[in-house]
């Protein structure tokens, strides 16, 4: 019998999942404060619903064995985007919805085979929203939700922000069948191919500056507006940014632009971010997001409202952030019942339940005791914090 959890489950302790509870109710309180609703999305899905119309590779999702192609979730949006086509088509635009769950991934393991990830998620989705109007909102709320954890963290978090459409920008003079090439070489930071492929290509040569032309959005925009000085989404990153700059400062936050920056899920058409804090070791992705305005499509959407925008907070990556987990709020007052040789289960049960009516946490040790001495040696034990002594 295998006594460990599969690779990349693994079993949560009361606290972790207290605290997990905690993470999860003040992002909610958060999200119900900006009108947003909460949907459960189903854990398992059509293939064709997952893949988000060849947005994400069909090799990052678990496969289920059924009659017909089925899959675990590697995230929520495409299944909630599904919803909003489908049951919640004829609900007033702005559609916001909020949601938590957990998530599988499928990667490569260390060793070479297959394993599945699982976390825990928490996140809103913003549909038939247009224009910039749209990313102000929830890049506020983003903000909201971080100040509401007030995470002790050490360092400031950098929201990370790009848009696809600079990428476009980047690669407008390149040949359609070189595209993919050059996005890879950006995307990755790979300096050395990305020169290996201009050598044969001179005339793309300024692409290698926008390697190391990422950090304040004020001078990267500035530079940008420099080479490319008629592209309207300049003007919305540009409105987008001096809104949040005052924000991100009141809330600790250091916004960085990076006009190569993509996410691994070629969900997004337009902006796109990660939240990320100091991890025990490196860097943690703790929320991510942005515009999906082609899937939405994709599942049948049409006219104005064919539009949506979200994030998602990775809740277990938020627990484990150093110094996160210590704020667990004290453990709730806990009562073990414990009784005499003289007295019954039954009669415990009784008194119990008087202590239940009054909204105390009360449990029992089921086995009689020789005396009080004896109960109280069992209260630290149990993990109670108080004995209530019974004995007739």
């Not at 900006?34 to 459960?40: C, I, K, L």
């Not at 929203?129 to 050490?154: D, F, I, K, W």
């Not at 809740?315 to 987990?325: E, K, N």
Request: charged share 25%.
């Amino acid at each position: 019998m295998a006594l460990q959890p599969a690779s990349g489950v693994r079993d949560l302790n009361p606290q972790q999942v207290r605290r997990n509870h905690e993470l999860r109710e003040t992002l909610a309180e958060v999200f119900r404060l900006w009108g947003y609703e909460e949907v459960s999305p189903p854990r398992v899905e059509r293939m064709d619903t997952l893949k988000a119309g060849g947005a994400i590779d069909s090799r990052d999702i678990v496969r289920l064995v059924a009659d017909e192609p089925l899959g675990l979730r590697p995230e929520m949006t495409a299944s909630i985007a599904r919803a909003a086509c489908t049951r919640f088509q004829d609900r007033q635009r702005p559609l916001r919805l909020w949601s938590h769950g957990t998530v599988f991934e499928s990667r490569q393991a260390d060793e070479g085979g297959l394993c599945i990830e699982e976390n825990l998620h928490c996140g809103v989705e913003l549909f038939g929203a247009n224009g910039v109007e749209a990313e102000l909102e929830l890049l506020t709320l983003l903000m909201a939700s971080l100040r509401a954890l007030s995470l002790p963290l050490s360092d400031p978090p950098r929201l990370l922000i790009g848009h696809t459409g600079l990428m476009q920008l980047l690669l407008q003079n390149i040949d359609h069948q070189q595209h993919q090439a050059f996005r890879s070489c950006l995307t990755r930071l790979d300096r050395l191919e990305l020169q290996e492929r201009i050598s044969h290509q001179p005339q793309h040569a300024h692409l290698l500056q926008w390697l190391d032309r990422r950090g304040s959005p004020e001078g990267v925009i500035t530079k940008l507006q420099e080479a490319f000085p008629k592209a309207h989404v300049l003007d919305q990153l540009s409105r987008l940014v001096n809104h949040l700059t005052p924000l991100a400062k009141e809330t600790g936050i250091g916004l960085q632009l990076d006009p190569t920056f993509q996410p691994v899920y070629e969900l997004y058409d337009g902006v796109v971010f990660q939240l990320v804090c100091r991890g025990v070791s490196s860097p943690v992705v703790v929320a991510r997001g942005g515009r999906y305005d082609a899937v939405v499509q994709r599942l049948g959407a049409k006219g104005r409202d064919a539009t949506g925008l979200g994030f998602s907070f990775c809740v277990d990556d938020l627990r484990d952030l150093p110094g996160a987990f210590a704020m667990t709020s004290a453990k709730p007052e806990r009562i073990l019942l414990c009784y005499s040789q003289s007295t019954s289960m039954e009669q415990a049960l009784q008194v119990q339940a008087d202590c239940h009516r009054k909204g105390l946490n009360c449990q029992i040790d089921h086995q009689p005791c020789e005396s009080k001495a004896d109960a109280d040696q069992r209260v630290e034990p149990s993990g109670c914090s108080s004995l209530l002594w019974m004995d007739d």
